[in-house]
Structures are given as C-alpha cells and as structure tokens.
C-alpha cells in the first residue's frame, strides 16, 4: 500500500513563499509530481521530479521549485512570489513501483497514487 502524506500549506501574502512537503511511505520513488486543483477547476500539473530531471508548467516555472531529501525521503515543491491565482490545493503524485520509465507525464491520469492534499491559499 502505498501512501503519499502531505504537508506545509497555508496561508501567505502575494509575493511570499511556502514549501509543501511529499514523504511517500516505504520506498522512494523516482518519479514524484506536484498537481494543484482550484474550486471549480481541473487538476492541473505544476511539477515534476523525475530521476534528477524537473520539469515545471509554464505558470509556475522561475517561481517554483522541485526537489527530493534522500536522506528524509521527502518531495519538497518551494514556491516564491506567490500570486493569488496559486491559490488551490496542492497535490503529490506517484507511479506504481514497478514502474522504471522516464515520460514526461503532466496528465492527472497518468499516476497512480495521490497524497490527501495540502490547502495553499495567497491573499491580495
């Protein structure tokens, strides 16, 4: 079983910065994402860790960053100069173990597992 557990929204002023935290229990996993969801909308990608490579959508790129702790087997999303259309619940993501590929997934539908969600909200 496979459990991805959240951590480190808030609330903060436009301009500010938060980190969110992604420890997946068991194993560390390869390819580990961040989604965010706003009322209403679609789940949309943000970020992506795979192997040592990241990739960012084009909203977030220069603003967030995507990292890994091995030694606390732990995702990190540190996002700076928030603005309040950042405002969503932020989600990590995860392949099945078995999984060894390198695609560039941005689809929600591609992964397997889902964390709980952590609320991030950036007021004006």
């Known amino acids: 079983q496979v459990q991805l557990v959240e951590s480190g929204g808030g609330l903060v002023q436009a301009g500010g910065s938060l980190r969110v935290a992604c420890a997946p229990s068991g194993r560390t996993f390869h390819t580990m994402a961040w989604f965010r969801q706003a009322p209403g909308k679609e789940r949309d990608f943000v970020a992506l860790?795979?192997?040592?490579?990241?990739y960012y959508a084009d909203s977030v790129k220069g603003r967030f960053t995507i990292s890994r702790d091995n030694a606390k087997n732990t995702v990190y999303l540190q996002m700076n100069s928030l603005k309040p259309e950042d405002t969503a619940v932020y989600y990590c993501?995860?392949?099945?173990?078995?999984?060894?590929?390198?695609?560039?997934?941005?689809?929600?539908?591609?992964?397997?597992?889902w964390g709980q969600g952590t609320q991030v909200t950036v007021s004006s």
């Open positions: 860790l795979s192997y040592s490579s990241t």
């Open positions: 993501a995860t392949k099945s173990p078995t999984y060894s590929g390198d695609t560039v997934a941005t689809r929600a539908t591609f992964y397997d597992y």
